[in-house]
T-cell receptor
Framework: KAGVTQTPRYLIKTRGQQVTLSCSPI?????VSWYQQTPGQGLQFLFE???????NKGNFPGRFSGRQFSNSRSEMNVSTLELGDSALYLC????????????FGPGTRLTVT | DQQVKQNSPSLSVQEGRISILNCDYT??????FLWYKKYPAEGPTFLIS?????DKNEDGRFTVFLNKSAKHLSLHIVPSQPGDSAVYFC?????????????FGKGTHLIIQP
């Protein structure tokens, strides 16, 4: 089975712009979660989508949003970018239901200048 | 407040010896624990997990031990190999994934010396 894929892998944006990141989960996985990794805060949970519905959300401002499509692919959007949004954004998928193990993609490295 | 703590930022072990990575947690609601391994420029790779109803889970060279009363878990790698050099993250989940997804520690950089 193909793993989780994320596009683009690298992105450079300017403060104030917005950005959209994309994630394709493992085939058959219905849950997609997003995480932000920074050197200071480590890996932090952003939100989880299951069957096109946001189920859980971490402690991030409303500038961070996402959605999931009927084929389970997910997008994450960050509006009005700030320098502190520079991070590695990781997408993870799991089958859903009672499974806990999440399988991560390679991440998108976002740099805000 | 960090709910999952990995107090050793780095650990150096000789090839062939045992590597022991430690993790402590504070949230009693956590009922499932996972270990991930991460190489630079890659996403974390799932290694092994354990449910709170068990105290040990083994998979090849990797064994995870859980001490619920101490809110402590550890990952043992025996024998350690050069390819094990990576950052290891401990993660925890409340029932059903919880309201906060997986909660991660900040990682331990394991270096296997030849």
């Amino acid at each position: 089975k193909a793993g989780v894929t994320q596009t683009p892998r690298y992105l450079i944006k300017t403060r104030g712009q917005q950005v959209t990141l994309s994630c394709s989960p493992i085939s058959g996985h219905r849950s997609v979660s997003w995480y932000q990794q920074t050197p200071g805060q480590g890996l932090q949970f952003l939100f989880e989508y299951f069957s096109e519905t946001q189920r859980n959300k971490g402690n991030f401002p409303g500038r961070f949003s996402g959605r999931q499509f009927s084929n389970s692919r997910s997008e994450m959007n960050v509006s009005t970018l700030e320098l502190g949004d520079s991070a590695l954004y990781l997408c993870a998928s799991r089958p859903g239901g009672g499974s806990y193990e999440q399988y991560f993609g390679p991440g998108t490295r976002l740099t805000v200048t | 407040d960090q709910q999952v703590k990995q107090n050793s930022p780095s650990l150096s072990v000789q090839e062939g010896r045992i590597s022991i990575l430690n993790c402590d947690y504070t949230n009693s609601m956590f009922d499932y624990f996972l270990w991930y391994k991460k190489y630079p420029a890659e996403g974390p790779t799932f290694l092994i997990s354990i449910s709170s109803i068990k105290d040990k889970n083994e998979d090849g060279r990797f064994t995870v031990f859980l001490n619920k009363s101490a809110k402590h878990l550890s990952l043992h790698i025996v024998p350690s190999q050069p390819g094990d050099s990576a950052v290891y993250f401990c993660a925890a989940s409340a029932p059903g994934g919880g309201a906060d997804g997986l909660t991660f520690g900040k990682g331990t950089h394991l270096i296997i010396q030849p």
